[in-house]
């Protein structure tokens, strides 16, 4: 029989190349959110999956990016480079369709010593055989990959062969969590990423980025004769102007509740229980450039 592996694997990149849609992919479950816009992910977001030969303990990251750098950008691309320093392996994850500048410069912040596997997403977009075959070949002129997997989140091709090569490349080791915990951060985190996930998937091109969302407080009732409890979710959305308030709860507040009816929908199916949620909006000026504000949200 061959050896148990076990151990943590980083998946970073340049925004929006798919990271967090194949966490979701890897683990068969969503738990990481996902938005057609760029800059997503905000939070490293761990994922577990334990098969009969290994675990691994993903961990997703924001993408890094040169663009409008603010001292949110740069707390974001501090936690990306944290993510792929302490992994035992790392996933960097560029597009089936390019692989550009960008790209390059997310490559030059990985660790020189890390173990790095370049995994090729979105190859359902590929439309030439021959297109993608020229990309391999300049990932391969980067002399940085223990391999080179072409996948799609979307479609689920080759992550079986992903997991194979990822698995080899993990230190020998037993399990450290059991075999069916998805993943070890909690319901409260879960609640701010999904109604985050909304903003991004229901509000314009720039609002998303102008908002922040804080679980001011998270309840869970007891579950009695009439059934599961209840979980009382208080959330505030801050935004960084007085003119955004307006936008963000629509006409008669109705923007504002199909964002948090969305939110709660989606917290009910991944918690399996009932969910109230209320949402405030507040103003801080500017918090994406206030060093201090950020550090309050954890930003570090
Ligand atoms: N066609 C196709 N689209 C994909 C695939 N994987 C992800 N996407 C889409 O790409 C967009 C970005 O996906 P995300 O998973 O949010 O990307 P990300 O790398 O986590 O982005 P950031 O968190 O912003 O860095 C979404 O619209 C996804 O639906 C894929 O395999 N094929
Ligand atoms: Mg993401």
Excluded at 6 to 23: D, F, I, M, Q
Excluded at 261 to 286: C, I, Q
Aim: hydrophobic fraction near 40%.
């Amino acid at each position: 029989m061959s050896a148990f592996h076990c151990g943590t694997a980083a998946l970073v990149g340049r925004p929006n190349t798919g990271k967090s849609s194949l966490l979701n992919r890897l683990l068969g479950q969503k738990v990481a959110i996902v938005s057609p816009k760029p800059q997503t992910t905000r939070h490293l977001v761990r994922g577990i999956l334990t098969t009969p030969d290994c675990q691994v303990i993903f961990i997703d990251s924001p993408g890094y990016q040169t663009r409008h750098v603010n001292p949110l950008n740069r707390a974001l691309n501090r936690r990306a480079s944290e993510a792929a320093q302490d992994a035992d392996a790392v996933l960097f994850v560029v597009e089936a369709t390019r692989f550009g500048g960008a790209d390059q410069a997310a490559l030059a912040r990985l660790p020189k010593d890390s173990p790095i596997v370049a995994v090729v997403n979105k190859v359902d977009l590929v439309k030439s055989r021959d297109a993608l075959l020229q990309l391999v070949r300049k990932l391969d002129d980067e002399k940085r990959f223990e391999a080179i997997v072409p996948v799609s989140a979307r479609t689920g091709k080759n992550i079986p062969e992903l997991m194979r090569v990822l698995g080899e490349m993990l230190p020998e080791q037993a399990a450290i969590y059991p075999s069916e915990q998805l993943t070890d951060q909690d319901e409260r985190f879960f609640a701010a990423e999904i109604l985050r996930e909304k903003l991004f998937r229901l509000l314009g091109e720039e609002l998303p980025y102008r908002c922040e969302v804080v679980i001011d407080s998270f309840r869970e009732e007891r579950s009695g004769p009439r059934g599961p409890g209840l979980r009382r979710i208080e959330a505030s959305i801050w935004v960084e102007r007085e003119s955004q308030k307006p936008i963000l709860v629509g006409k008669g507040g109705e923007k504002l509740k199909r964002i948090s009816t969305a939110a709660r929908l989606d917290m009910e199916k991944l918690f399996s229980g009932k969910v109230y949620l209320g949402t405030w909006v507040k103003v801080k000026d500017d918090w994406s450039g206030d060093a201090r504000f950020l550090r309050q949200l954890g930003y570090g």
